[in-house]
Each structure stands twice: as C-alpha cells, then as structure tokens.
C-alpha cells in the first residue's frame, strides 16, 4: 500500500550486530599489566545487572524506532543512540575502575570485541537515521556538541581513568600532543598543496579536452602505487637534493623525515580533487550560463557568480575525500620518520602493546571523522546559500 511505512533494514541490521556483539562478545579484557594474554568478561559479568539491563532496553527501544522509520522516530532514535554511546562508555569505565581496584596497581582493563560490535552496529543505524530525519545542519551540530560535551564531561569527572588506552595516554602524554601536531601539520600542508595543484588542473582539463586523458592516465597511475611503496622511492632522489642543496636540508627537507611524506600525500590527494573539480563544472548547465550573458555578465562575473557556486559543494566533496584519505595514510609515513600517529601504532605492533595501537588508532579514526563532518557542514552551507539565492 502507498501509505505503509517500509521497515529500515539498515536500521534493523544495525541494531542486531550491536545486540549480538554485546551480548555473545567479550565486554572486557582484564591484564595483569600491558603485555600479558587477557581474560575476557562478558558484559553480564563486568557490569551490574541494573546497567546491562539499561542498555539491553535501550536497544530494544531502538530497534522499534528502526521499525517505524518515520521523522521522528529517526529524530528520537539518533538523540538514543547518543545516550546509549554516552552509557555504554560510562558503564565501561565504572567497571573498569571496580577491575582495577581488585586486581591492583599494574592492572590493565581493556576494552573487549563486543564493546567495538556495539558502537559499530550503532554507527549503522545512526547513519540510517541521519538521513531520514533530516534533522538539518543545526540539529545534527547540536546533536554532535551535545555528544562531545557528554563525552568531555565523563572524561574531566574521570569516568575512563582507569581504561588501559587512557592510561597509555597518560603514559605517553607529551608525546602524544607533538605527534598530532606532526599529523595536523603533515596532512594540512599536503592537502594544501594538493589543491593548489588540482584546483587549476582540475579547471584546465574543463577547459581544454586534449589534455584530459593523459591528466586522469597518470593520476589513475599514481593512486594505484602502495604507499610505502612512494615513499621509499622519494628517499634517493630527496637524499640527493637535500646534499645539493644546503637550504633545503636546513628547511627539513631530507629522504626520511616530514618531505617525502608531503610529496607523496599531494601526489595521492590529486586524483579526487582533480576529477571532482572537472565533475563540478561539467555538471553546469549551458542554459544558466547563457542567462547569465544574457543579464550581461562578462567571463569572470559567469565564472564567479554561476559556475564556481555551482561547481562548490561537488569541489568541496573532492577535498573531503582527499583530506580524509591523507589523514588515514599519513599514519603510515611514521615509516620513513615523519612523526604523526602511526608512531604509537607502530610502537604498539613491535610490542604486542594493543592499547598502544589504540592510541594511534583512535585519534586517527577521530581526525578523519572530523575533517569529514566539517566539510560536510561546509558543503551544506553551500547548498543553502545557493538555494537562497
């Protein structure tokens, strides 16, 4: 029938991956320090019955607003799912603290395999959500600070204190602030400089059909080459330019180090900001430039005022893949001695340290995820303001 609602099977799924992991999975991993095997604890065993009961509710309450998929029920399920992430991260490190305490000072409580279930299956029903409830860009930022402040508000209170990423973090404190200066720093001068580059490329391919085959033939080329693979192949000739060249060896510029790493990121972010430029002014319509000539607009008030807003959110997504791709794949060039966050995951893999790798891990995802919704909301901004006008 027209009018009956059809049942989210995103949703659906998301909510049974996160009901099994939580309940068939390991809660909790409990170390007698950093190194040792761990014993896994269900999440009937670490956590009190009145807490497992509460996010076993909770679920359940989301699974019926997957269900009715309508507005609201999305509005109201994606304001849950932030609850049930909030609980599920406070219930972790209450019991977490209990562990602790009972086994003593070198304890270390990890985080277990279906902890990671539950917020992936969340994760899938949140991005269902998002779309169906429309909440807009001021809901979904609201939302998103009414999450973070949640977050920030257990971390200060030392609600996650005793959880072993966060002690590493403790651990490696100082270190961990300059890596992700060294991550910001590496991944801001690389998509820079990639879209300096891909911006006017991506234009003049538009522009000019003869060279575009041979622009996207050797773009294609140079997205296919492993990463590590790039960078060692700019160790010999960067060595080389670095001993020539005084000026550039006191700028930093050397085989190892944060240069081989910028190269190789801007050659990787060329590709998506070069065709998403191409692909935003192809998308265009002729007709709306020949109204433009028509109210009598010159060549670059049509390309300011037509073209270039037109073209803006499709440009902007380009440079939120590339952004993204950057922040993931500079964690591999802590390799060649860039710095960065790969430095703690690589640190962790010739330890066994897993929560060493967590601290690497997580900030990464977390960078990427924001770099992503802000581009995002910037693209969005785009869409209203040319819809406005």
């Not at 049930?84 to 406070?90: D, S």
């Not at 169906?132 to 257990?154: C, H, K, T, Y």
């Not at 802590?334 to 790969?342: R, V």
Request: hydrophobic letters at 60%; one cysteine or more; a positive charge.
């Amino acid at each position: 029938m027209a009018g009956r609602r059809k049942i989210s099977r995103v949703g659906g799924a998301g909510v049974t991956v996160a009901l099994a992991g939580l309940v068939l999975g390991d809660f909790v991993l409990v170390r007698r320090n950093r190194l040792t095997p761990g014993v896994p604890l269900s999440v009937f065993e670490a956590l009190a019955e009145l807490q497992w009961a509460l996010l076993l509710a909770g679920l359940a309450a989301l699974l019926l607003f997957s269900i009715k998929p309508g507005r609201r029920q999305a509005a109201a399920g994606m304001l849950l799912i932030v609850l049930l992430v909030l609980a599920l991260l406070g219930f972790l490190g209450s019991a977490a603290a209990e562990l602790s305490e009972a086994g003593g000072s070198f304890t270390r409580v990890s985080i277990g395999s279906s902890m990671w279930l539950a917020l992936f299956g969340l994760f899938i029903v949140l991005t269902d959500m998002v779309g169906r409830a429309r909440l807009g860009l001021v809901g979904n930022v609201l939302l998103a600070v009414g999450f973070v402040a949640g977050l920030a508000f257990s971390a200060l209170a030392g609600a996650y204190h005793f959880l072993s990423p966060v002690l590493e973090f403790i651990s490696h404190r100082d270190r961990f602030f300059a890596e992700l200066g060294n991550h910001l720093f590496i991944t801001s001068l690389s998509i820079g400089l990639a879209a300096a580059i891909g911006l006017p490329l991506g234009l003049l391919i538009f522009k000019y059909r003869s060279p575009r085959a041979s622009v996207f033939a050797v773009l294609n080329i140079v997205q296919t080459v492993p990463s590590l693979a790039l960078f060692g192949l700019l160790i010999a000739p960067l060595a080389f330019i670095s001993g020539e060249w005084p000026l550039l060896r006191s700028l930093g510029v050397r085989g190892i180090g944060w240069a081989p790493a910028v190269i190789a990121l801007t050659l990787y972010g060329l590709l998506p900001i070069v065709r998403n430029t191409f692909a935003g002014f192809a998308a265009v319509d002729k007709a709306v430039m020949e109204v433009g000539r028509g109210m009598g607009m010159g060549p670059l008030q049509i390309f300011a005022r037509v073209e270039l807003p037109i073209a803006a959110p499709i440009i902007l997504s380009g440079l939120r893949i590339a952004c993204v791709q950057n922040i993931g794949n500079t964690a591999v060039a802590a390799l060649i001695g860039a710095g960065g966050f790969g430095i703690f995951i690589f640190q962790g893999l010739g330890q066994s340290a897993i929560d060493l790798i967590l601290l690497g891990t997580i900030p990464t995802i977390v960078l990427a995820l924001c770099a992503d919704g802000l581009f995002q909301m910037v693209m969005q901004l785009f869409t209203y303001r040319r819809f406005l006008t």
